[in-house]
């Protein structure tokens, strides 16, 4: 084994830290994204891999990083914006060494089953913390909401594996992670991510066409069986009753943050605010004084941040980017009826639903293993587009 071989092998095996890690501790994501890093700075050096992005991926992506480095230029505080701008070229790093070392499908399939681990452990914590009375169980995120960005990514995705035939060996393993997720969905109380999975969920079984009735059935009976729960524990029960309450403080306290976003891009509509300054210039100038949380440093809902912060400039290219991922997952179901565009479509709508509610672009646990996820799925695309090129032969 040669010593490109070596570093090859030594990168994947970071990749299959961060991925065993990625729902389980911040501190480890960290270290293996560093180590990632330099490993594949030394390969980069030794020789430079290549990355074959399809270009209806890589088009929307730099266009939003090219529009958002114009952004922290002219941000008004330049030392804020260029931090938030590393914080968006950090979460990346995963992305890239994927795009440039995994190569087989394999490796892709040992990711995969290593992050399914990580996100049962983490849902297992969960639904630990929920029986002993925490009805927002962060499991060991700093954040309820931390757990459930990677649950409207993750459940929708173990439901399309659990009813598709390339994983029927490891169905009984795949439907013991997605009930264990269900519940640690409801422990979490994120009451934007039971909604998120209430639509994609029934959307997700209809789009998959093999045993449709079947398993809308099943899918009927596990939300009577969540709606029999969720009755029979007043906590879950209080906490679905106030979804509809606009007295509810959440509630009350999402509308005011979004008056006042909406007044910021007004105010500044080209540009915005300013790239990472929206913190400041909410709690300083714009905050309702109707508000009681006054410490937020952020909108609650991905578009109005960007509308925001970054004014039409940035929320053009960030809707351009998520709606080409939409468009280009589900041109790839349609055609070629891949699994894997499937189950990527719906983490994407879970990150755009739940989105609506809560800054979920702005979470670097959640963001950073979804752009991780996209990639496995570009290089899982490409293994199969070599398969049929040669079956053509």
């Known amino acids: 084994m040669n010593d490109i071989e070596k570093l090859d092998k030594m990168i994947f095996g970071s990749l299959c830290g961060y991925s065993l890690m ?50 922290m230029i002219i941000s008004p505080d330049f030392d804020a914006s260029i931090k938030k701008f590393w914080l968006f070229v950090y979460r990346m790093i995963p992305f890239i060494a994927v795009l440039a070392f995994i190569k087989d499908k394999h490796q892709i399939y040992t990711l995969i089953t290593l992050i399914i681990i990580s996100v049962t452990t983490a849902d297992i914590y969960a639904i630990w913390q929920g029986m002993h009375g925490d009805y927002r169980a962060k499991a060991f995120g700093g954040h ?45 109380g994120t009451r934007g991510a039971w909604i998120t999975l209430a639509i994609i969920m029934p959307t997700a079984v209809f789009m998959y066409h093999n045993e449709t009735k079947k398993m809308m059935v099943y899918v009927l009976i596990a939300i009577m069986a969540v709606g029999i729960l969720v009755y029979n524990v007043p906590e879950l029960n209080a906490r679905m009753v106030t979804l509809t309450d606009k007295s509810f403080q959440s509630n009350s306290e999402r509308i005011l943050m979004w008056n006042s976003a909406w007044k910021m891009f007004y105010d500044y509509p080209l ?29 609650h809902n991905n578009f109005l941040q960007m509308l925001a912060e970054t004014g039409i400039v940035g929320f053009l290219s960030f809707c351009f980017m998520f709606g080409s991922f939409l468009y280009y997952t589900f041109k790839d179901w349609r055609q070629f009826h891949y699994t894997a565009a499937l189950m990527f479509f719906s983490a994407t709508c879970g990150i755009i639903l739940q989105g609506l509610t809560e800054f979920t672009f702005g979470n670097r646990i959640v963001m950073t293993l979804y752009f991780f996820l996209m990639a496995l799925y570009l290089q899982y695309i490409k293994q199969c587009s070599k398969c049929l090129t040669q079956q053509e032969i």
Not at 23 to 48: D, E, G, P, Q, W
Not at 54 to 67: H, S
């Open 144 to 188: 309820p909401m931390d757990l459930a960005g990677i649950l409207v990514q993750w459940i929708p995705m173990l439901l399309i594996m659990s009813i598709d035939n390339q994983w029927c060996a490891q169905r009984k393993y795949i439907v013991a992670a997605l009930l264990i997720g269900c519940a640690a969905v409801l422990f979490n």
């Open 22 to 71: 990625s729902c389980v501790s911040l501190a480890a994501v960290n270290i293996f994204i560093a180590l990632t890093t330099v490993l594949a700075i030394m390969r980069f050096v030794r020789k430079r891999p290549a990355i074959d992005m399809p270009k209806q991926y890589f088009k929307p992506i730099a266009i939003f990083f090219v529009t958002l480095f114009f952004l």
């Open 271 to 299: 540009t915005g605010v300013g790239l990472g300054t929206y913190a400041h210039r909410y709690q300083t100038e714009y905050i309702s004084p109707k508000a009681l949380e006054r410490n937020l440093g952020h909108a």
